[in-house]
């Protein structure tokens, strides 16, 4: 029996290693963090994973994250190493954990696109309360103005919140998002949207069949401001007043610097100027949408697939202390975009130099990401480039001309592909996108131009040196009475609405409204120039029943005073303008609300916002103060006019560039746009 019992069981294993590689092509060495196990709640833990692979593709590294008692989902996916010494090392995961103690599964996936072999290995680290006691206690983060603050476990089935305040009754009360009791572990909030070196009093409010009730109450005192960080200063030409919204006194603000030296960081402030929050990484970048979760999307510079370019790589969602949730890049949705059928969605590293005619690639994330889809999906813009015959929109180079397009690209809540549009798939003319039909001013782009223009890399010798910059796609909003999305086109003079369908459309463009599109305009106050042009930020106010409110820069009308056209008739001249429009699809109108003098000329950038008391927030961006070169944004609140299409302006701020701006009461309470 014995003699058997061993005959079967190598019998087993010959059959086992039938199945079974010959060798592992790719293997991982070690997953190792900065810190040992266990470390209290906030600590920063810096993850590594070295790795071999045998053959000669580049790997790449993800990294999965489950909490205690729950499943594993992305928060770093598929990224470049570096090769040294015939081993792989990824790029450092920061990890962060602020909200439960217990015992965290930390999952490193390594994979060879090349071969499609890959390795994973799944390790466990002990995270510990902050709170050990009977009494909530307040530490402080790495930024002197977020705080993290953990209180004891409360009851099943109860929420719990965060009250804070100044001790001084500077600003109103705040209070957190709420978050369902998970006994028998504590309780732990980031505070966020306080004044620097201010004490607050912080109390923990127990939520349970609507009776709330209160914890003891600790104080906290923020710190100074960095002084090796460069922040922005403010200047109040129109105080808030009583007709200001003073409901919703924080102003989140993504600034931009560009042309300049100075970076300064993404800042909130108060009605007045004063910072209260502040995220710095020390370059560009473009914070895209504040969320309903205290959370952040941003785009940012980082290394991805493409070694020659670092500029908007990376699309990452932040928490209000700055940590990382979620981070994917553009070479990983390249991958998947290419799996999926999508021909202009290789990288441009792959492209051959001179690029023929037909080929295309993407270069970057650019101007917006939202997350308002349902099932908390994400879309994001991409830039495309794609080489055209020569004479294609009127280039008169003799050369392969490079026309810059946009993909909207959808992903799923693990940041995975779902859909896409292509603007080149749609490009064939009336009702669609028309190829010949270029930028309403003819812009054009070069490599290496930093504002204004994506990154550019099929312009190279052998094409011709000026690439058409022919949509230049700036805003996103998904409209829920449809489930479809509405684009914003700034170098059409056209909102577009794209056929989603909550994922099941065709990504046909339904109507394009602006000057030659296909609404009416009802010029009630016979306007000589009624149409909006070059605009920014369009969305539908109240959930999605209007109005329609945008900034009107007004690029084209005050580039082309006299224009007049089979649908643009008038002087043109002006300023910039809020705007508020009525949308009536089914008779294909559009009716103005408001439409107001901003005085100042906005070249570029800017939001509009109806706010909570009726007044609407518009941000004039890109302009040149007088007699300097300075560029500046302003931050204005508009209290309407009743009987007119005009109105008052209650609050107006000079501010540096600003790309956006969100009025909000708290930063746990943004508007849903």
């Not at 070249?603 to 302009?623: E, H, I, K, T, W």
């Not at 204005?636 to 540096?656: F, K, Y």
């Amino acid at each position: 029996m014995r003699t058997l019992a061993k005959c079967l069981w190598l019998l087993a294993g010959w059959l086992a290693g039938l199945c079974a590689p010959a060798f592992a092509t790719v293997q991982i060495l070690s997953i190792t963090p900065s810190l040992k196990s266990p470390q209290p709640i906030g600590t920063v833990v810096r993850w590594v994973v070295r790795a071999t692979d045998s053959q000669a593709g580049t790997l790449t590294f993800q990294f999965n994250l489950a909490p205690p008692g729950g499943v594993l989902a992305l928060v770093k996916d598929f990224n470049v190493g570096t090769l040294q010494s015939g081993a792989w090392t990824s790029q450092p995961f920061v990890w962060v954990p602020t909200s439960i103690e217990g015992v965290y599964q930390i999952q490193a996936v390594v994979k060879d696109f090349a071969s499609g072999e890959t390795a994973s290995k799944t390790v466990q680290f002990q995270i510990t309360p902050l709170v050990t006691g009977s009494t909530p206690v307040a530490v402080a983060t790495a930024n002197p103005l977020v705080a993290l603050f953990s209180a004891p476990s409360c009851p099943a089935g109860s929420m719990m919140q965060v009250a804070f305040q100044p001790q001084s009754l500077k600003a109103p009360q705040t209070t957190t998002s709420s978050i369902n009791c998970h006994p028998p572990a504590t309780m732990t909030f980031e505070i966020a949207g306080m004044y620097p070196s201010t004490t607050y009093n912080m109390v923990a409010q127990t939520i349970t069949g609507g009776i709330v009730t209160n914890g003891t109450p600790v104080t906290f005192t923020t710190g100074a401001l960095p002084t090796d960080i460069p922040f922005p200063s403010y200047t109040v030409n129109v105080p808030a007043g009583p007709q200001t919204d003073t409901a919703d006194w924080v102003i989140l603000q993504n600034v931009l610097q560009f042309g300049g030296n100075v970076i300064y960081p993404e800042v909130a402030t108060d009605l007045s100027g004063n910072i209260i929050w502040y995220y710095n990484t020390g370059q560009r970048m473009f914070l895209t949408r504040p969320l309903q979760n205290a959370t952040m999307l941003t785009m940012q510079n980082g290394l991805s697939w493409n070694p020659a370019s670092t500029g908007l790589q990376l699309l990452r969602q932040i928490d209000l202390a700055g940590n990382i949730v979620k981070e994917t890049n553009l070479g990983v949705l390249s991958e998947q975009l290419v799996a999926m059928g999508a021909a202009d969605a290789a990288l441009c590293n792959t492209i051959p130099i001179p690029a023929p005619v037909g080929a295309a690639c993407i270069d970057a994330f650019h101007h917006d990401a939202i997350q308002t889809l349902p099932n908390g999906d994400t879309a994001v813009l991409v830039a495309v480039e794609k080489i055209f015959p020569a004479g294609t929109q009127g280039d008169t180079t003799g050369l392969p001309v490079d026309i810059v397009g946009d993909m909207i690209v959808v992903l799923d809540t693990n940041w995975q592909v779902l859909w896409y549009f292509d603007t080149f798939l749609h490009d064939s003319g009336a009702p669609q996108l028309d190829i010949t039909r270029p930028a309403v001013l003819g812009e054009t782009c070069t490599a290496g131009q930093s504002a204004d223009c994506p990154i550019i890399s099929l312009v190279t010798p052998g094409i011709s040196p000026l690439a058409k910059d022919w949509l230049h796609a700036n805003s996103l909003y998904y409209w829920p009475q449809s489930g479809d999305i509405v684009w914003s086109s700034r170098n059409q003079d056209w909102i577009m609405k794209i056929d989603y369908n909550n994922g099941a459309g065709t990504g046909n463009v339904l109507w394009r409204m602006g000057p030659c599109g296909d609404f009416v305009f009802n010029n009630l106050n016979n306007d000589p120039w009624p149409w909006f042009s070059h605009q920014h930020e369009p969305g539908m106010e109240n959930g999605g029943a209007g109005p329609l409110t945008l900034l009107d820069n007004g690029n084209t009308r005050y580039s082309k005073p006299g224009a007049s056209t089979g649908c643009i008739q008038g002087a043109g001249g002006g300023d910039s303008r809020g705007m508020a429009l009525t949308v009536d699809e089914s008779n294909m109108t559009v009716t103005p609300v408001l439409s107001v003098n901003l005085e100042v000329r906005s070249f570029g950038d800017g939001s509009a916002q109806l706010l909570s008391n009726g007044n609407y927030s518009f941000l004039p961006s890109y302009v040149r103060l007088p007699g300097t070169h300075n560029i500046v944004s302003y931050p204005i609140e508009i209290l309407p006019t009743p009987g007119t299409l005009s109105g008052t302006q209650v609050l107006n701020i000079l501010a540096p560039q600003n790309y956006r701006i969100w009025r909000m009461p708290s930063l746990y309470a943004p508007p849903i746009t």
